[in-house]
Nanobody, 118 residues
């Protein structure tokens, strides 16, 4: 069965960096658009970044452009989110999502907490 496991979250001071990883198993990784979403307390889940199957096209929320970078390693079935110059408003649970490029079937990870202190 499909499984997405995030790691790399934690507590960091404002201006710091973190790198999130999402290891995917049970599905054909290269058939999926990969994305990172986040949900802060009391707010709706929002898209942070996404990347097409080949990695040729990326999409970022305006709030993270220039600070976050999404990447994927199709050989390792892993997607990453490099987060630099973190701000307190980046505090949230970050979720990895795989969306099949034909069926649209989506699978979510369990989330990893990112907390940025001021």
């Amino acid at each position: 069965q499909a499984q997405l496991v995030e790691s790399g979250g934690g507590l960091v001071q404002a201006g710091g960096s973190l790198r999130l990883s999402c290891k995917v198993s049970g599905i054909t990784f290269s058939n999926n658009v990969m994305g990172w979403h986040r949900q802060a307390p009391g707010k709706q889940r929002e898209l942070v970044a996404s990347m097409t199957r080949s990695g040729s096209v990326t999409n970022y929320a305006d709030s993270v452009k220039g600070r976050f970078t999404i990447s994927r390693d199709n050989a390792e079935n892993t997607v990453y989110l490099q987060m630099n110059n973190l701000k307190p408003e980046d505090t949230a649970v970050y979720y990895c999502k795989a969306t099949h490029y034909l069926t649209g079937r989506a699978v979510w990870g369990q989330g990893t907490q990112v907390t940025v202190s001021s």
